[in-house]
């Protein structure tokens, strides 16, 4: 045990999504000690399994006043703060001739009243504005929704916090907390890596693992309704629409496409599922069916487009105290203090919420710590730019030996801080992920800098594996890049492995036409040529003796 | 429900797989490090060019357009098109003044027939050339093609050339491009002895325009989408109308109306389209049909050696000109491994492309100087230019070939039972 480990500190934050990494962040930037505990990598709940919509609050609007003006509110706070991660695509409401065009009123004044920026325009004009949009449109509301990359955001809030001075580990799981008597003193971690236990002191516990706080609260001996709810979403290979579209009627399935990065993703249905099916999560034919057809009445092209892969994720709602059966959902902000509610001091809740309101669910979190630690500095959160966020995209030079398309793509991904990554070298400037131009310079700064230990951090960090490829071409690239790092060729072997099998689980429920061609030679490539499969054989047999 | 019943989207670029088979057919690879090759430029980099125009990569223009990607893609992704509508969808470059004088080859034609001797004497002395690089852009080292005096059309409508064609009782129309015209008359007089020989009257289009390729290559769309409407008018006329296929000598004339008028003009020739064809595939099926026989001269001896030009290998028809030269008896033939020879059209000409053009024939031009043949036979004219200038061996159209070894008065002997 170092010397780290042994000290007591004042806020220990339990989940490596955006909330925790916000709230890591905020904790931090008011000077308190951190420490943040994440059991896999960050943004591996949640965060990273939704449609990547930056709301203006508009959806909300009508049914929830209170959510949709934190909606706008936090919009405009992203939009400054996290410029690397937020494309302000605007967004539009059609009605279509199924839908009743009298909603439109009531959804534009209920936009309105909550401070969101709503017009309404000409359905021609809404054609030109966004040429795939259904022709057979009735009504447009032009809203300020954009596309917010949750993986980049949630890792520029760990960057930030790390800053600070906050000490933040990946692959460390909460198994149990220590008491003395009605008092959380410290946690107990097993840490996945270097396979031991280890324990951690602090003042003040949050509880920020999102669906999975149900387990860590009844780990700490108190209850918390989490009323587990899966959306389905389908990634399509390119962008059919470069304006976020939505249907002008009551929320409901399938009812949003959003332009993100290279691609475009339909989204959500909903549907409850059991809590023990929480950490694996499938997507059904049915869901399938059922994005396409309503999809397809957004973007009509989305029927002949192809898909990439299919995803689900689990909504963090929270059952309120005194509705244990769910009924009365709320989606907003829920942060329990146990201490009033349980009696169990140093221990607080941070869930509900949406990624939008990550900022805000810090900010609150956070109050509620100073609080209890007598800490009067005020939230700098809202005003203060993430790093890759702090400006010079523009006035810099490319340079002029590498291809412009790659300083491009490596500006968008990373800010100002794509200075950072090496170009001195051909090497560093040849393409790893052909799909998504992602060099090898970028991939070492992402191990080196960005905490990526495995080929999943790293297609998170880089989006190497998320292009039309799927891992066909870069993974063994970046596998090798891998082993370098851990001086270690087996362990990059099995994390190849595991990644492409990840990745089909993806394709798996769409895998038909060209996506199915495609995994079939990325398939032929790793097994037959690469000889994948007699190494996955061979371990079977050594697992068996 | 049609939900995803199809898997062609009009976005054909999503057939693409990834297996890089693309990259290793593209001629320019090799020889330029700055072109990122077709599976980038083509439906790597339409991705991303749907996100956001700005990503159009300048150094598309090094394409040169010989689609042999195409010709390669085992999924039929049409990557050469793609990256040609990229250039004329997203590229801010205006056409420079060289890029117009080169894509007009009629307009320019028109005024250096007309003063021929003055021009082919001032493009081969050095300080013009050297001038024509400073200011143009039009490379020193390039040899120009000559132009003749007379040009074919006006050859052609001399009273008894024309009168003489309505006698037969089969017809063709030829569509004779601009190099027959202008340049090499020659070729289309070979063309007019072969068809009348086999008992074919030949006639000129009613209005034939330039097909347009070399102003698709330099940009200029709208002009070539309107000389593209003309030719489409003039053909169906001769093919719907006075029911005569149209023949052509060029393989990229033939390639730009069956292909790209279609793909990157929006023309739409599905009517005509079969109609329209290369000389020696509409000789080779009849024949194959018993419709037409030829007869060659005992004494033609000649070694000939056939290149591939890039848009044969597209068209996949150079089966159908070498093995008509096949049927000449004394000839000593031999297939050159199909690769590009660099030119491509106007490319070659330009300054900044000179080096890579030079580059990519160099082992053609190797193969051809060992090779010991009298001639080079292939069907495209600029590959002409382009092997002349690099190598030194003459080279000929298979139709000019035909035509030299062809006994005329036996071979219409043998047609005139097709004739009655």
Known sequence: ?????????????????????????????????????????????????????????????????????????????????????????????????????????????????????????????????????????????????????PFRLTIANILDANAHGARTLVFHEVTGFIREQDRIVGVKVFDHKQKEQKSFYGKVIVNAAGIWGHHIAELAGVNISMYPAKGALLIFGHRVNNVVLNRCRKAGDADILVPGDMICVIGTTSSHVSYDEIDNMYVTSSEVELLLREGEKLAPSLSTTRILRAYAGVRPLVASDDDPTGRNISRGIVLLDHEQRDGLSGFITITGGKLMTYRLMAEWATDLVCKKLNNNKECETATTPLPGSRGVKEETEYSEVIPVNIQRTERYRHGELAAQIAKEDKFDHSLVCECENVTVGEVNYAFQELAADTLTALRRRTRIGMGTCQGELCACRAAGLLSHVHQCSNRAKEELSSF???????????????????????????????????YNRKEERKDAV | MNLQQYNISENNFEQCIKCTVCTVYCPVIPVNPKYPGPKQAGPDGERFRLKDPDYFDVSLKYCLNCKRCEVACPSGVRIGDIIQMARIKYSHSRPKLRDRLLANTDFVGQLSTKVAPVVNFSLGLTPVKSVMDAVLGIDHRRTFPEYASQTFEHWFNQREIKKKQSAFKRHVSYFHGCYVNYNYPQLGKDLVKLMNAVGFGVHLLEKERCCGVALISNGLIEQARKQGAQNMAAIRKSVLDEKRPVIATSSTCVFTIRDEYPHLLGLDNSDIRQFTELATRFLYR?????????????????????????????????????????????????????????????????????????????????????????FVATDCETCKWQIEMSTFVPVMNPISILAEALDEEATMEANKEFCK
């Open chain 2, 286 to 374: 009849l024949i194959e049909r018993n419709e037409v026989k030829l007869v060659f001269k005992e004494d033609y001896k000649q070694k000939i050696v056939y290149h591939t030009p890039c848009h044969m290998e597209k068209l996949g028809w150079s089966v159908y000109s070498t093995s008509l030269l096949k049927m000449i008896p004394g000839v000593d033939f031999r297939m050159l491994p199909s690769q590009c020879c660099g030119i491509a059209g106007t490319y070659g000409f330009k300054s900044e492309n000179y080096e890579t053009s030079q580059g990519i024939g160099q082992s053609l031009f190797d193969d051809i100087g060992q090779s010991e043949a009298d």
């Open chain 1, 500 to 534: 492409l099998n990840e990745r089909w689980k993806g394709m798996y429920p769409i895998a038909w036409g060209d996506c199915l061609r495609e995994s079939q030679l990325a398939a032929w490539i790793y097994n037959s040529v690469c000889g994948l499969s007699d």
């Open chain 1, 1 to 149: 045990m170092n010397d780290k480990d042994k000290k007591e500190y004042d806020v220990i934050i339990i989940g490596g999504g955006a909330t925790g990494a916000g709230t890591a962040r905020d904790c931090s930037m008011r000077g308190l000690s951190v420490l943040l505990l994440e059991r896999f990598d960050y943004t591996s709940g949640a965060t990273g399994r939704n449609h990547g919509l930056l709301h203006s609050g508009a959806r909300y609007a009508v049914n929830d006043m209170e959510s949709a003006s934190e909606c706008i509110k936090e919009n405009m706070v992203l939009k400054k703060i996290a410029s690397h991660c937020v494309e302000d695509t605007s967004g539009l409401f059609i009605t279509l001739p199924e839908d009743d065009l009298s909603y439109q009123n009531k959804f534009i004044d209920s936009c309105l009243a909550a401070g969101i920026k709503a017009e309404a325009i000409d359905p021609k004009d809404a054609i030109r504005m966004e040429p795939s949009v259904n022709k057979s449109l009735q009504g447009a509301v032009v809203v300020p929704d954009g596309s917010v990359d």
